[in-house]
C-alpha cells in the first residue's frame, strides 16, 4: 500500500511527501511495483530530475535491473525525453549500453520516440572519471598527463554536441586554461581515444572518434598559436597573461576566417577538407563506426549539409536524425539561431559575434541570397494566393496569380529598417550572446558594412 503511495506522490511531483514517506521507513527506496518498476524508474519515467535526485541520494539503484521488460531508470527517462532528468541519471553512473528486452539501448529508445536531443546527450556524455585518470601520475611518471585543473575544462569540451570547429576553438577560447594547454590536452584526447579502440570487451566508438577530432582541432589550434606568437615577435616563449587573451582572439580569427571561408559555390571548400582529413587520420580504421563515416564521405557530395563531412561526423556521433529541425548558426553551428541578416534574411546566426566573424564570406552572396529569398517569398505568395483563390471559387480562380505574388505575406516580423541581426521570430535567442545580438538588432552597433540600410526589400 506504501509503495503505491510512494508511486502517487511521484506521479504528483510532491518532493516533500515522497521524501517524507521514505523516512517513515514503510517502503524502501528500492521497492519495486508488480512491474518490477522502481520509484526512481518511476520517476524517471515521469522526467522528474528533482525527484530522481532526491531518490539517489536516498540510495535509490541507478542500475536496477529487476523491470520486467529489463528496461533501466535510463531507458525511461530517455523515453521521457526530459534532458535534466538523462543528465541527473548520467551523471549517477547510469549505463548507456544497457539494453531492455528487445535489445535496445537507452539511446536507441529515445531515437525510437524522436527524443533526438537526449540521444546526442547521451552520446555525448563521458563520466568525470575517464578524464580524471589522467590527473594521476601513473608507473614511471614524475607528473600526470593532465594538470588536475584542466580536467573539468577537458570534459567540458569533450562533452560538447556542438562540434562545428568555430564552435570548438569557441569554447576553447574561453578557457584560458586550455588555451594555453592545447598540446598536453590533445595528447590526452588521443590517448582517452586509443584506450576506447584498444579495449578487448569493445570500447566506446562514438567517444573514440570524437576525442581524436578534438585532439585534430586542438591541434591545429596550436600551429596557429604558435604562428600568432612568432607575428607577435615571442617567437616560441610564452606570452605573459594578458597576451594569452589577445592571442586567443587572434587564433580564433584567424582560424573561423580560414574554416569559413566560401569558394564561388558558397561551399566551405577548405573546412570540408579540413574535417574529412582529421576523420581519416583516425588511427584504428577496422573500428566500425569510423568504416562507417569513411564509406560515407566517399559516396557524397559534399554540397549539402547534410552529406557534408560535419554534417555525417555529427549524424555519427550524435545520432543520425539529431538536429534536422533545427536552425543552426551559419558561423559556429549553434542550433536555435534566432537572428537573420537584415538584408537577405537567407542566413541566421546566433549572436552578433558569428554574424560579423561570418560578414567576410557572406557579404559575397548576400545580394544572391537577397534574391533567393525575394523569389521564395513571391514563390510561396503566389502559391497561397492561387490556393485561396481556388477555394473562394471560379471567378477568383481566374484571377492571375502574379497580383497576389507582389506582396509579401504579413506575419513576418522582419521590419527591413533595423539593424543587422533581427530576431527571426523564435522569442529571445537561446545562447550568452543574446544580449549583444538584442542590442545589434536595435542598430547599437555602427561600425560594420552590415548596417547598411536595407531599402524596399520585398515590396
Ligand atoms: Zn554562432
Ligand atoms: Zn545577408
Known amino acids: 500500500m506504501s509503495l503505491k503511495e510512494l508511486f502517487d506522490h511521484i506521479s504528483n511531483d510532491d518532493l516533500e511527501a515522497a521524501k517524507a514517506l521514505l523516512a517513515g521507513g514503510q517502503v524502501k527506496v528500492n521497492d519495486a511495483d508488480e512491474h518490477g518498476m522502481s520509484a526512481l524508474q518511476h520517476a524517471s519515467f515521469k522526467g522528474l530530475p528533482k525527484m530522481c535526485q532526491m531518490l539517489l541520494d536516498q540510495g535509490a539503484d541507478v542500475h536496477w535491473d529487476g523491470h520486467e521488460h ?33 535489445h535496445r539501448t537507452p539511446a536507441q529508445m529515445a531515437g525510437f520516440v524522436g527524443n533526438h536531443r537526449v540521444v ?95 585532439s585534430c582541432v586542438l591541434r591545429s589550434l596550436d600551429e596557429a598559436r604558435r604562428a600568432e606568437l612568432k607575428k607577435l615577435g615571442s617567437g616560441e616563449g610564452e606570452a605573459t597573461e594578458v597576451d594569452q587573451k589577445e592571442l586567443a582572439e587572434k587564433v580564433y580569427s584567424h582560424m573561423s576566417r580560414a574554416w569559413l571561408r566560401c569558394n564561388d559555390s558558397m561551399v566551405e571548400e577548405y573546412q570540408e577538407n579540413y574535417l574529412r582529413g582529421c576523420i581519416k587520420s583516425f588511427p584504428c580504421r577496422e573500428t566500425p ?14 554540397a549539402a549539409v547534410e552529406t557534408s563531412a560535419l554534417g555525417l561526423l555529427s549524424a555519427a556521433i550524435n545520432g543520425q536524425r539529431a538536429f534536422q529541425d533545427e536552425k543552426q548558426c551559419f558561423a559556429c553551428g549553434e542550433e536555435g539561431a534566432t537572428k537573420r541578416c537584415a538584408q537577405c534574411r537567407g542566413v541566421q546566426y546566433c549572436g552578433r559575434e558569428c554574424q560579423r566573424v561570418h560578414w567576410f564570406t557572406h557579404k559575397k552572396f548576400c545580394a544572391v541570397l537577397k534574391q533567393r529569398v525575394i523569389e521564395q517569398e513571391r514563390r510561396a505568395a503566389a502559391a497561397a494566393a492561387a490556393e485561396a483563390a481556388a477555394t473562394a471559387g471560379g471567378e477568383a480562380a481566374a484571377l492571375p496569380a502574379a497580383d497576389g505574388a507582389a506582396t509579401v505575406p504579413e506575419g513576418e516580423d522582419d521590419d527591413p529598417g533595423q539593424g543587422p541581426v533581427q530576431a527571426a521570430g523564435q522569442g529571445p535567442a537561446q545562447n550568452a550572446g543574446q544580449g549583444v545580438a538584442q542590442a545589434a538588432g536595435q542598430g547599437a552597433a555602427q561600425d560594420a558594412p552590415l548596417n547598411q540600410p536595407v531599402a524596399g526589400e520585398a515590396r
Open 70 to 102: 529489463g528496461y533501466t531508470a535510463l531507458h525511461f527517462a530517455a523515453l521521457s525525453g526530459s534532458e535534466p532528468t538523462v543528465r541527473c541519471l548520467l551523471a549517477a553512473g547510469a549505463r548507456a549500453d544497457r539494453t531492455n528486452s528487445v
Open 120 to 214: 546526442a546527450l547521451i552520446n555525448n556524455f563521458i563520466p568525470r572519471e575517464l578524464i580524471d585518470y589522467y590527473t594521476v601520475a601513473r608507473g614511471q611518471e614524475t607528473e600526470p598527463k593532465l594538470l588536475p585543473s584542466l580536467a573539468a575544462p577537458t570534459h567540458h569540451l569533450l562533452m560538447q554536441v556542438n562540434l562545428h570547429p568555430v564552435h570548438i576553438v569557441n569554447v576553447l577560447r574561453q578557457s584560458a586554461q586550455l588555451f594555453s594547454h592545447l598540446v598536453r590536452v590533445s595528447r590526452v584526447l588521443e590517448l582517452i581515444s586509443e584506450r576506447e579502440v584498444r579495449k578487448p570487451s569493445g570500447g566506446n566508438d562514438v567517444l573514440a572518434v570524437k576525442a581524436h577530432y578534438l
Open 289 to 302: 563506426l569510423f568504416q562507417q563515416l569513411v564509406a560515407n564521405l566517399a559516396r557524397a557530395p559534399p
